[in-house]
């Protein structure tokens, strides 16, 4: 079963029983804001998050998300929330600080 974990969300835990979602519909499927500039369609880097435990169990980059790498605009521990799928386990994140939000109060 996967499980997301948005560390500066208090923890904010998000349960599924599905796999191969799209991490950022799990996020808002749970009722949370989560940026996402070109309609999650991996043509911007707004969505991106921070993994901290768990790549492993994400689905292999895109070829949107290897572009963003090799310009720089993606480091080795960051993903795009619309592009990555989660297949199973549990998977510990972070919003990025360039794409927060003012109005969610975020915690360390």
């Known amino acids: ?34 940026m996402h500039a070109c309609g999650k369609k991996g043509r911007c880097t707004t969505c991106k998050m921070i993994v901290l435990e768990g790549m492993e169990n994400l689905s292999d980059p895109t070829e949107r998300e290897i572009v963003y790498r090799n310009q720089n605009r993606l480091k080795s521990n960051e993903r795009l929330a619309c592009q990555a799928t989660i297949q199973s386990g549990e998977l510990i994140i972070r919003v990025a600080e360039i794409n927060k939000f003012p109005h969610i109060v975020y915690t360390e």
């Open 1 to 34: 079963m996967p499980r997301i974990v948005i560390q500066n969300l208090e923890n904010l835990t998000i349960n599924s029983e599905l796999t191969d979602r799209k991490v950022i519909e799990l996020i808002h499927e749970n009722g949370t804001d989560w």
